[in-house]
Each structure stands twice: as C-alpha cells, then as structure tokens.
C-alpha cells in the first residue's frame, strides 16, 4: 500500500518568508511525529501526534515552529519568518500506535533550504 | 537522559565480511530498540527491532543483540553486500513519553 507522502519533496525560500510543509501518513495510522535532520546529523524529534491532538511538542526549537493535524490524518508544520539555521530535512513519520509498541514508517521528507 | 550514543560514526569493510555496529543508553525505563537504514535522498526504514524482554533478534544476514545490564544493543550485518552501503540509525523508546530518540547514525561503506 501507500506510504507516508511528503510534500513538496524540496523547497527553496527566502529568509523571512514563511513556509508549510505536507505530511500524508499511512492510512489508518495515528501517531504522527515530525522529526528535522541537519546535515550529517541523527534525527531531531520535534512534535507528536496522537490523533489530532499534540501531547508533546517539547521538540519546537521556537515559537516559530507549528503544527497541525486535522481529522486525524494529513499534518502541516509551518515555519514563520525562516532562518538560515531553518535549513535542513524535515521528516514525517507515522504508526499505528506510538513510538514506544509499533515501528514508526517515514516519508522521505522535505528538504528546505533558507536562502 | 533519553540520549543515545552511536559508534563508530563511519564504518568501511569489504564485502563479504560482517560488520557491527554500538549503542548504548542511559534511560532504563527503555524497553523498545529499532535499528534504522537510511539511503541518500530517502528516508529511513526499520531493518529489525528489539524489545527489552528479548536478547537477541536474527532476520537473515542481519541480527540485533541487547544487554539491558549494560545498557547498550549492537546490530550485526554478516555477508555484507554493496546494497548494504548507508547510513544507519539505532534507536530507542520507553519511559514516560512516546518519542524515538536516534543516535547519530553511522555510514556503511561495503568495498566490492
């Protein structure tokens, strides 16, 4: 079947301007976590969801960072005025569970470049 | 903390030879451990994964091992193949919250 779907697969913008970013998870599936890979770097954990509630967004770096998940499915992260540091691979995963009794499946992400 | 820490950050053997990869934890509420491969331009994927009431996990030419006394779990590739060249994460859950925290990964070269 169908995996989780990211989009736009990259994104070039400029520094200040804001942004949104796609995430289709697996049908079914209502755990969803965004997490942000730098260049050459682990996997940064930013915000779970369970449904379309967030029970953990200890991962935001800033109040420019959001997200929302809608009728327990697709999930925006947005990120206003874009910084240079913003630069890096954004990726979705979703589970039929959570993290912590099922395997988290991941799209292959945005990459965002702040210019 | 939730920290995981990987080695060896780069790993290059020849082909045919096994390679092994570290992690430890610090967290001992941890109780789930998948490993992760990642390929340039994708994603990760789950290649196998542990849970903390089992030592050892074997799929084909690769096997996962858990210590929880010491805290630290090792993935093992056998009969290493060129396709096996990637980045690959181990990870860990558990505790009070719900996230996977990743190590730093590690880059797989397979030599032909």
């Known amino acids: 079947g169908a995996g989780v779907s990211q989009s736009p697969s990259n994104k070039v913008t400029e520094k200040g301007k804001d942004v949104e970013l796609r995430c289709d998870p697996i049908?079914?599936?209502?755990?969803l976590y965004w997490y942000r890979q730098s260049l050459g770097q682990g996997l940064e954990f930013l915000i779970y969801?369970?449904?379309?509630?967030?029970?953990?967004k200890s991962g935001l770096p800033s109040d420019r960072f959001s997200a929302e998940r809608t009728g327990g499915s697709v999930s925006t992260l947005t990120i206003q005025r874009t910084q240079q540091e913003d630069s890096a691979v954004y990726l979705c995963?979703?589970?039929?569970?959570?993290?912590?009794?099922?395997?988290?499946?991941f799209g292959n992400g945005t990459r965002l470049t702040v210019t | 903390g939730e920290n995981v820490e990987q080695h060896p950050s780069t790993l290059s053997v020849q082909e045919g030879d096994s390679a092994v990869i570290k992690c430890t934890y610090s967290?001992?509420?941890?109780?789930?451990f998948p490993w992760y491969k990642q390929e340039l331009g994708k994603g990760p994927q789950l290649i196998i994964d542990?849970?903390?009431?089992?030592g050892e996990k074997k799929d084909q030419r690769i096997a996962v091992t858990l210590n929880k006394t010491a805290k630290h779990f090792s993935l093992h590739i056998t009969e290493t193949q060129p396709e096996d060249s990637a980045v690959y994460f181990c990870?860990?859950?558990?505790?009070?919250?719900?996230?996977?925290?990743f190590g730093k990964g590690t880059l797989l070269t397979v030599n032909p």
């Open positions: 049908s079914g599936h209502t755990a």
């Open positions: 995963a979703s589970s039929w569970g959570d993290a912590k009794n099922s395997p988290l499946h």
């Open positions: 542990i849970r903390s009431n089992v």
């Open positions: 967290d001992s509420a941890s109780n789930y």
């Open positions: 969801f369970q449904g379309n509630s967030a029970p953990d």
């Open positions: 990870a860990r859950s558990g505790g009070s919250n719900y996230k996977l925290t």
